[in-house]
């Protein structure tokens, strides 16, 4: 009897967690997010409801710092969440911040505008690195590069073109990326009646220390 009574009881429990499982939303089927469906530029990744900051992340590739370059990259479809537009270098972040040791580059100016899909300025930055943030993890063999300018939230049913200059590239200089990072039930409590005045990962890592 007690036989039969267990295996009903972790059938009927398998049966429930299956049930459970199978019902839950899955990427771009979000309760939060149900016409998620990026379609632009770059690699688009959603870490799940379960991720505090930095839920959404896009990944627009590489970028030389050793000369210059300009492109520009289409965004169509990006969740209304704030974003975050960073360079992540190949540097590690001192425990005062900024970079740790020797940084080759400073002095290299980088340029970031972004404009929605009628041609109207959302923001435009250009400053040399030496007076961008610097975040990330202490210890970590990579910062992250942002400013309060490179900050922005999206609206539903808009596109935008973001462009990225290296102006005076410096020989030497680490590997970058190009990357748009947002979201997180932190940065975007469900509850909330609107993601736009919602918190950067930034401010919320600076908030726990």
């Not at 050793?66 to 425990?95: I, M």
């Amino acid at each position: 009897m007690k036989r039969l009574l267990i295996s009903f009881s972790t059938g009927f429990t398998l049966l429930f967690c299956g049930c459970s499982y199978f019902d839950s939303p899955r990427f771009g089927l979000d309760r939060e997010y149900p016409e998620l469906n990026y379609t632009g530029d770059g690699n688009f990744t959603d870490y799940g409801r379960k991720s505090a900051i930095h839920r959404f992340a896009l990944d627009l590739g590489g970028v030389d710092l050793n000369d210059s370059l300009s492109r520009s990259y289409d965004l169509k479809g990006l969740p209304e969440v704030r974003f975050v537009c960073y360079l992540r270098v190949d540097h590690p972040l001192a425990a005062t911040g900024g970079p740790k040791g020797e940084f080759t580059g400073g002095e290299t100016i980088l340029e970031m505008k972004l404009i929605d899909h009628d041609g109207k300025s959302v923001f435009t930055e250009s400053a040399p690195l030496n007076r961008w943030k610097w975040s990330g993890s202490v210890g970590a063999p990579k910062s992250d590069l942002y400013t309060s300018q490179t900050i922005f939230t999206p609206e539903k049913d808009k596109s935008y073109k973001i462009t990225f200059k290296v102006i005076d590239g410096k020989v030497g200089a680490p590997k970058g990326r190009f990357l748009l990072m947002g979201g997180g039930w932190k940065a975007n409590p469900p509850s909330s009646p609107s993601k736009h005045g919602a918190k950067t990962g930034e401010e919320l890592k600076a908030e726990g220390n």
